[in-house]
């Protein structure tokens, strides 16, 4: 069964980057045809899906984030990870990564984020954006 955690800073400043890392257990980054997800979610609202990396390597943004937005990954260490550039207190979510076929992240990019379309997530981690 593969597993998802999230590790990063719970704290981050006004224009500064938020960064988070995804380290998967019990399958591959690389699997074909899975996709990685970056999601989240502000206090009272819905799930945002923010964007992903493919099993190939190949990234997918949110077009509302998709400037501020770089996803990455590290295949030795079996990591995928977020950066989002110039925060604010918009930002503030909990953050999740999660897994779902390649084919069911593009309607999710298409359609908006529906939880029963990924079939694995982390536990989340909260992010606060605060001078």
């Known amino acids: 069964q593969v597993q998802l955690q999230e590790s990063g800073p719970g704290l981050v400043k006004p224009s500064q980057m938020l960064s988070l890392t995804c380290t998967v257990s019990g399958g591959s980054i690389t699997t074909r045809y899975y996709a990685w997800s970056w999601i989240r979610q502000p206090p009272g609202k819905g799930l945002e899906w923010m964007g992903a990396?493919?099993?190939?390597?190949?990234?997918y943004y949110s077009p509302s984030l998709e400037s501020r937005t770089s996803i990455s990954r590290d295949t030795s260490e079996n990591q995928f990870s977020l950066q989002l550039s110039s925060v604010t207190p918009e930002d503030s979510a909990v953050y999740y990564c999660a897994k779902a076929s390649l084919l069911m992240t593009m309607a999710t990019m298409n359609r908006g984020c529906v939880e029963t379309d990924f079939d694995s997530w982390g536990q989340g981690t909260q992010v606060t954006v605060s001078s």
């Open positions: 990396i493919a099993y190939d390597g190949s990234t």
